[in-house]
């Protein structure tokens, strides 16, 4: 009979993490490799992530942790360089904070909506407050057009805090500031990324666990909350004392096959992302750019990276981010049809320049939806799992929207926390 008693579901960078911080542990993955949506895949010379996965630490302990494990020559440091495509002109992202670099028309309308918006003290959903911070002009010229594409969603669905400290507020007072001194990089304005891509963070995460403690290619099929285990390749079992999750909740939640959990994991909503990752034989006219947000809707997608003007590179190797409600088909060729298109409207490809190689991934689930209508049932589920030593964690795990950083320190601290409790 097989037992551990750190029973750890997936092995990406939250699950990686939480291996290193305990003593007896199992790593159970479905996929052939490590790393989760942190994999990187190298054709001919193109370093391709599951769209751009960068590093922007907000504490010490993790920068000093990368900065450690990691030779400078292994990696790139940048002054964030992003901007956003607007009516054909690239102003500085983000956007509410630029509005001074819009025509003069539309740069009227949005300063006149800000002086005049209505704030409230509480607001019943995302999109309401978008209204209520940023006024009439800057929520429909950008905030929420490029959120419906990135989220797929009516954004009176989401929950007013659905995206957390990553979202860019800044009241008049920052707005007209930055009309004058032009400071508007203070948003999170440094990154790190490895010249080899996201996945060689996930190595040296790696390095320190016994290989023979990460089972791949097993994919959990069942989980038994209360006699401890799961099955896994068909009917193979493995007892575990804690059990720590970070696949997705709603996919968790459906493998207890508990009546009250497959009830709300039906309730958990999300959408899906499709990543374009496509070389070119040449460089681009645009060589400064590090991202660019696309909100008009004409355009499939959402975001345009560029990893060949990050890593430095001389040819053109962009990674392309649509975002598809979690219903949707995918249809890769016509969206690759309609990409290969626009990116020509946007003069980020001329007819000379020749695709020489493609690597497309879905992510699913990308992000996730967070609802006011259920953040609550999932904090008394999670409650009642943590009283029997069963975790869920990660960006996916803990259903939330946060970054590499988040998962590991969330990881470290639950392993810290329950190693001292043994
Ligand atoms: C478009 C996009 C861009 C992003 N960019 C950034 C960025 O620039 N910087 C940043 O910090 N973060 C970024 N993120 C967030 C980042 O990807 C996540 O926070 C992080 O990778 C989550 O890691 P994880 O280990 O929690 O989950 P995952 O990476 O999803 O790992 C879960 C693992 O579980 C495995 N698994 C699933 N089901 C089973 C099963 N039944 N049995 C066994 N194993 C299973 C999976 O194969 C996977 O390996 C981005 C996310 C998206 C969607």
């Known amino acids: 009979m097989k037992k551990t008693k750190y029973l750890i579901i997936g092995a990406g960078i939250t699950g990686l ?44 302990e993790w920068k000093k942790f990368f900065l450690d494990n990691v030779k400078n020559s292994e990696l790139v440091k940048k002054n964030k360089c992003t901007k956003i495509y607007y009516k054909d002109k690239l102003i500085d992202y983000p956007f509410q904070m630029n509005i001074h670099q819009l025509e003069k028309q ?66 008049k007072e920052q707005i007209i500031k930055n009309m004058k001194e032009e400071n508007a990089n203070s948003y999170n304005n440094t990154f790190l990324y490895p010249k080899e891509g996201a996945e060689f963070f996930i190595e040296i995460l790696e390095k320190k666990l016994n290989s023979e403690k990460i089972l791949l290619n097993t994919t959990i099929e ?80 959402y975001r345009v990276g560029f990893y060949n003007n990050i890593l430095g590179q001389d040819k053109l190797s962009l990674y392309i981010e649509i975002g598809l409600s979690k219903d ?3 249809n890769v060729d016509l969206e690759l049809k309609k990409t290969l298109e626009n990116l020509k409207v946007q003069h980020i490809i001329d007819k000379d320049m020749k695709l020489e190689e493609s690597e497309i991934i879905l992510m699913n689930p990308a992000y996730v939806h967070i609802e006011d209508k259920t953040n609550k049932q999932i904090d008394n589920v999670m409650k009642k799992m943590n009283e029997n030593n069963i975790y869920s964690i990660g960006r996916y795990g803990a259903w939330t929207y946060c970054s590499m950083e988040d998962c590991m320190i969330s990881a470290k601290e639950l392993a810290s926390k329950l190693m001292k409790g043994k």
């Open 17 to 60: 993490t939480f291996a290193n911080y305990v003593d007896d542990y199992l790593i159970v993955e479905k996929d052939e490799k490590i790393g989760g949506y942190c994999k990187t895949i190298k054709k001919n010379g193109f370093v391709f992530d599951y769209a751009g996965h960068f590093f922007h630490f907000k504490t010490d």
């Open 222 to 301: 069942k989980i038994n909350l209360k006699e401890k285990y799961v099955i896994v390749n068909n009917d193979e079992k493995i007892y575990f004392e804690y059990l720590i999750n970070t696949i997705p909740f709603n996919n968790f939640l459906k493998l207890t096959e508990e009546k009250e959990y497959i009830e709300l994991s039906k309730k958990l909503s999300y959408n899906k992302v499709l990543v374009l990752n496509l070389g070119f034989n040449k460089k681009s006219k645009y060589t400064q750019e590090h991202w660019i947000y696309v909100p008009e809707k004409e355009y499939n997608y």
């Open 106 to 171: 539309d740069f009227i309308n949005c300063l006149y909506d800000l002086f005049n918006k209505e704030e409230k003290e509480k607001y019943s959903n995302f999109l309401e407050m978008l209204y209520g911070k940023f006024g009439k002009s800057i929520t429909e010229m950008f905030l929420k057009p490029y959120n419906e594409k990135l989220y797929a969603v009516d954004l009176k669905k989401l929950d007013t805090n659905a995206m957390g400290r990553f979202f860019p507020y800044a009241d």
């Open 328 to 330: 949707d088909k995918v």
